[in-house]
T-cell receptor, first 115, second 113 residues
């Protein structure tokens, strides 16, 4: 079983729709959770990160973590064509002393917002 | 903002050539990483470094080596390029091994012919 599972898509939705992107994981030691956005032929850029269960909101984006179910989500409200990209989830385990043990990435979901 | 700069956006090399991919970061991060990204396979870690002159193998180190002589610079070396090393190569850096994420460069698209 892979450590992080993410549906590759493509996921195609009309402009203005609410988008839900998801990842599941198997390692209960993961404590830090992130979402990256990657435009075509560019490097990934950090979109959101959180280290606790619950929701974190930033503009049109909401990151949700459910540690009991080992499930994380990214919601995009009022989706725009400029949101078309590949979205990668990433997570890291906690190390004694407050550090982290490197990032484990999902393979990414390709999102298409249709004008 | 942290900036990670990869020296080339696109490279075309011949089979058997020795290839150097350079990465420089400007925020004094201790940790640097090299990944390759291929369709359907996601990001795969080649090598990483937690300090100057230190290097650790990632998941797919075969055919690659690295050099970190200065804190800000992490070089990936393809000793003898092969067509199966055609890929997007991404460099990243981090102050804390991922607690607050990595910062990636823009990537180098390498084609080996």
């Amino acid at each position: 079983q892979k450590e992080v599972e993410q549906d590759p898509g493509p996921l195609s939705v009309p402009e203005g729709a609410i988008v839900s992107l998801n990842c599941t994981y198997s390692n209960s030691a993961f404590q830090y959770f992130m979402w990256y956005r990657q435009y075509s032929r560019k490097g990934p850029e950090l979109l959101m990160y959180t280290y606790s269960s619950g929701n974190k909101e930033d503009g049109r984006f909401t990151a949700q973590v459910d540690k009991s179910s080992k499930y994380i989500s990214l919601f995009i409200r009022d989706s725009q064509p400029s949101d078309s990209a590949t979205y990668l989830c990433a997570m890291s385990a906690y190390l004694p002393g407050g550090g982290a043990d490197g990032l484990t990435f999902g393979k990414g979901t390709h999102l298409i917002i249709q004008p | 903002d942290v900036k990670v700069t990869q020296s080339s956006r696109y490279l075309v090399k011949r089979t058997g050539e020795k290839v150097f991919l350079e990465c420089v970061q400007d925020m004094d991060h201790e940790n640097m990483f090299w990944y390759r990204q291929d369709p359907g396979l996601g990001l795969r870690l080649i090598y990483f470094s937690y300090d100057v002159k230190m290097k650790e193998k990632g998941d797919i180190p075969e055919g690659y080596s690295v050099s970190r002589e200065k804190k800000e610079r992490f070089s990936l070396i393809l000793e003898s390029a092969s067509t199966n090393q055609t890929s997007m190569y991404l460099c990243a850096s981090s102050p804390d091994r991922g607690r607050n994420g990595y910062t990636f460069g823009s990537g180098t698209r390498l084609t080996v012919v």
